[in-house]
C-alpha cells in the first residue's frame, strides 16, 4: 500500500502567525509566548520566524495541514 505524499505550501512564518495558529494569541500575546519559549523560533536580522514544521509537530498534524490556517492569516494580516 503506498502512503499518501503530502506536502506544504509554507515552510517558515512570522511569530505573530504561529501564535494565531498555536492558541489564537493576539500580537503582542505571541511575541510573549516566544519569549518565554513557548514558541520556537529563529531570528534572521531582525525578523523573527517559526518554523511550520515545528508548529504541525507542536500540533501533531500532518505535513501541509496547516497551510488553509496560514492561507487564512495571510490574507487577513499580510
Same mark, same amino acid.
Given at each position: 500500500m503506498r502512503s499518501k505524499m503530502t506536502t506544504r505550501q509554507h515552510i517558515a512564518i512570522d511569530v505573530p502567525c504561529a501564535g494565531y495558529?498555536? !492558541?489564537?494569541a !493576539?500580537?503582542?500575546t505571541?511575541?510573549?509566548l516566544a519569549k518565554a519559549d513557548e514558541i520556537?523560533?529563529?531570528q534572521v536580522g531582525r525578523k523573527k520566524i517559526v518554523s511550520v514544521?515545528?508548529?504541525e509537530q507542536k500540533l501533531g498534524v500532518d505535513k501541509g495541514e496547516?497551510?488553509?490556517?496560514?492561507?487564512q492569516w495571510l490574507r487577513s494580516n499580510g
Amino acid at each position: 500500500m503506498r502512503s499518501k505524499m503530502t506536502t506544504r505550501q509554507h515552510i517558515a512564518i512570522d511569530v505573530p502567525c504561529a501564535g494565531y495558529i498555536l !492558541c489564537k494569541a !493576539c500580537r503582542g500575546t505571541a511575541y510573549e509566548l516566544a519569549k518565554a519559549d513557548e514558541i520556537q523560533f529563529m531570528q534572521v536580522g531582525r525578523k523573527k520566524i517559526v518554523s511550520v514544521a515545528w508548529l504541525e509537530q507542536k500540533l501533531g498534524v500532518d505535513k501541509g495541514e496547516l497551510d488553509p490556517a496560514i492561507d487564512q492569516w495571510l490574507r487577513s494580516n499580510g
